[in-house]
């Protein structure tokens, strides 16, 4: 495992919706330490004040030109094009979308081997698992919101997804 961008989003993700009041999370050189707390963390660092020039004509100085503002934050990284693609070519033009909780790995069956939990076609009723969605071995199970006919698997087994991505699509008529 590595400490990476969606790594990092799972793990703040499972923090929110947990009742912890601080997390630690170590993987190789990488740290990241998250806490409900104000002022829990490490200080920030703080630029030493150096002295005002004297100014040769006897006069105060000038006042300091304002502090340069903070940097802007990075923009959001962009989503893969492959898994945009995906996303946009196979999103049916009818039916409820069943969208991903998390970020994590897609997974259609309770465990390997086994079959799936719903298959294209089958009827299920409203609170139904349909998935699951893995994120750092925790199993997010993926619940049908409407009763109906799935009419689409979105997403490979064992995919990537995102948070918001359409995993399935049900169509509530059916």
């Known amino acids: 495992m590595e400490m990476n961008h969606q790594a990092v989003k799972a793990l703040l993700d499972a923090f929110d919706r947990s009742d912890w009041q601080e997390m630690t999370v170590t993987v190789g050189t990488d740290r990241l330490h998250v ?22 004509d006897g006069k105060p100085p000038a006042a300091p030109a304002a502090a340069p503002s903070a940097p802007a934050a990075p923009p959001a990284p962009a989503e893969s094009e492959p898994a945009a693609r995906a996303a946009t070519d196979s999103k049916p033009a009818d039916g409820t979308l069943v969208t991903s909780p998390s970020v994590g790995l897609f997974w259609r069956a309770p465990s390997p081997g086994a079959p799936p939990f719903v298959e294209e076609g089958a009827h299920v009723a409203a609170g139904d698992t349909i998935a699951i969605v893995e994120v750092m071995k925790l199993m997010n199970h993926v619940v049908a919101p409407v009763a109906g006919v799935l009419t689409s698997v979105l997403v490979e087994n064992g995919a990537t997804v995102e948070f918001g991505q359409p995993l399935v699509s049900i169509d509530p008529e059916g």
């Open 35 to 56: 806490s409900r707390q104000a002022g829990s963390g490490a200080p920030e660092p703080v630029a030493p004040l150096e002295p005002a020039p004297a100014a040769a």
